[in-house]
């Protein structure tokens, strides 16, 4: 049964930072393209960031380049998000998502970060 759980969230106040994991199970995670989103209330899911099978590449929004970090552990099944600098427009739902080629992905059910002071 494949499971992507999301942890780290919280409420958090502006200029601080999270770390955001998303832990996967039941497929070959070290093989899979994994990628953070983030959808806020009344706003389409938005990309937030991705990375690679083996690391090689990562992508990010304009938006978090420069302030957040997308990394994965394949030893541990595991894909991180570390975010800095946090704004209150990251208030969010951040959901991992993990993506074998142009194949259905898999999704998570998210976890919430509040930026507020």
């Known amino acids: 049964q494949v499971q992507l759980v999301e942890s780290g969230g919280g409420l958090v106040q502006p200029g601080g930072s999270l770390r955001l994991s998303c832990a996967a199970s039941?497929?070959?995670?070290?093989?899979?393209?994994m990628r953070w989103y983030r959808q806020a209330p009344g706003k389409e899911r938005e990309l937030v960031a991705s990375i690679t099978s083996f690391g090689s590449r990562t992508d990010y929004a304009d938006s978090v380049e420069g302030r957040f970090t997308i990394s994965r552990d394949n030893a541990k099944n595991t894909v991180y998000l570390q975010m800095n600098s946090l704004k209150p427009d990251d208030t969010a739902l951040y959901l991992c998502n993990a993506q074998l080629g142009k194949a259905t992905p898999y999704w998570g059910r998210g976890t919430q970060v509040t930026v507020s002071s």
């Open positions: 039941g497929f070959t995670f070290r093989i899979f393209t």
